[in-house]
């Protein structure tokens, strides 16, 4: 991190400091004046888990049961900081019984004996944004049956942590911090007696915010899927609960909900799921859909491109391709080197995947998730079409990208087609790839082309300074297609084909024109709610360049005697209480 950076990062953690020990020498005791219908959705089995002292936050998993959270050392920042945003308090509202509610309401009230002062790492704007609205929404989950001095306690540092929040939204960062430190004093002036001043001025910010960081297409900068539907969902949360008082909203907040939906719903797998692109996963269970019908917006999605991605969609089949230049200068810290990456999905079963964000298991997982290997698309001598600034910094900047990636949807009775490219690897190769992508009417196959392209004089002459170097071998390249973990694949035909079956019984056949080497390959999968990364497979078709045009075809298409429609009745497992 550059010295400039630290620095400003340490004078904020002092101001936030010293306005949390402010805040917290106030006496004031509040009480609800009304309270939003509670809009979190919560895990059952993740509440039990946390219930029985299996604790699983940033990639880390620690056992200690009959042990306060609060005496628990937290092995990350990360870690630390998902203690402190209560958003846990969903699973164990969610779960319900005797035994969640002992532990959220002894874990609460640890929690103001401990930092309710004003000290410790849960003061910061957006993790107290974030925790206000949960105990907001829970409050009577967390009261039940608990006495007066006990109920005062509770008020009494949600006074302090409105005021708090009040005097330290504008030092979060913009976006998805800034809309959570401003939704939950939104949530706090709304519902707490006497703090109802901090309600007009914090929906203004609000709606400033939406002007600022949401696009007239309904993207955002990170150009990252699950960033947007947690940055939605907040919206829908704070529109419910201005509508549910009697101030007036700004219309930019609505209209930045109607801008958002239809791109959530482009970005939307047949599954439910979010697609996995530039950090983020697919979403928690559920919220989508209840973000989607909360915010009452019924669009469908626009034709082009969707922040940057391209949709093909046909019967029960989803394609979602990274059809866009990737995040460019700050907002890039999360990005991955990903353009003309695919993912597939089929009715309930996902197919294609990327990788993933490895950013819980560790810097060095999250340097190789961010890197093109990690996803279904072409790569060339093993390289990444973006690089990343400084190696070393696991929250390195991208450079070097791709600037130009133009598109052509086209439609027709029989398919629907994608076509792009990228200069990615122009500057050391002289080399562009194009993609095509064309998906039948029927939803039975999805059929390829990936070229190398030298397209002036000035790239041929990169191309014979490269080939030079490689020498008569040529430039290797890889076409990756990467597997869903629950999806089994195996060489067959001879090794001109792999067979593919889903759980859902559904079978595909792969095959590729014959120009290249075919194989299945180990691979990994990143997933937010699992401890360390899942083995996996993918296919991965092998060659070499050798002049200034390469074509390559391949082909997925369901077997011939698989049913156009096929009723999935092979449940998914549920989440283990050890989840690995």
Known sequence: MPIT??????????????AARRAARGRKVTVFTSQPEPQTIGSHARGQQLASGIFIFDGHMIHKP???????????????????????????????DADARKSAQGWLAGWIERYGDGRGPGWTPDLTGRRLIRWINHAFFVLHSRDQATSDQFYRSLAHQTVFLSRRWQATKHGLPRFEALTGLIYAGLSLEGMQKYAPPAVTALARECEARIDPQGGIPSRNPEELL???????????????????????LGQAIERIAPTLRALRHSDGGLARFHGGG????????????????????????????ARLNAGRISVIIDAAPPPSGKDSSMAHASTLAFEMTSGRRPLIVNSGSGVRFGPEWRKVGR????????????????????????????????????????????SQCFES???????????????????ASDGRSLSGEDMLLTLSKRLEWQ?????????????PYDIRFILHPDVDASVDMGGMAVSIALKSGELWVFRSDGKTKISVDSAFYLERSRIKPRATKQIVLSGATMGYATRIRWSLAKAQDTPVSIRDLERDAMEPVINT
């Not at 907040?234 to 549910?244: M, R």
């Not at 191309?463 to 430039?475: L, N, S």
């Open 463 to 475: 191309f014979d300074r490269a080939m030079k170097a490689a020498g008569i071998a040529g430039i």
């Open 66 to 96: 009959d042990v306060d959270i609060w005496d628990i050392k937290a092995p990350t920042t990360g870690f630390s900081d998902e203690f402190h945003g209560f958003a846990w308090l969903d699973d164990l509202a969610a779960a319900g």
């Open 371 to 414: 890197a093109t290997p990690s996803h279904s698309t072409l790569v060339l001598d093993g390289l990444s079409s973006a690089e990343m600034k400084d190696q070393t910094d696991e929250k390195a900047l991208l450079t070097d990208a791709p600037e130009n990636v133009p598109v052509e949807l086209t439609q027709s009775a029989e």
């Open 421 to 439: 490219a990228h200069e990615g690897y122009e500057a050391d190769y002289g080399l562009t790839h194009v993609r095509k992508l064309e998906l």
């Open 230 to 252: 947690e940055i939605f969902t907040l919206l829908t949360w704070a529109a419910v609960a201005i509508n549910q008082s009697e101030l007036i909203a700004d219309p930019a």
């Open 282 to 309: 697919r979403g928690l269970d559920g919220r989508l859909d209840h973000a989607l019908a909360s915010s009452g917006v019924k669009a469908r999605p626009r034709d082009g491109l969707a922040m940057g991605y």
């Open 5 to 18: 950076d630290h620095l400003a990062q340490r004078w904020a953690l002092y101001l936030n400091s010293k």
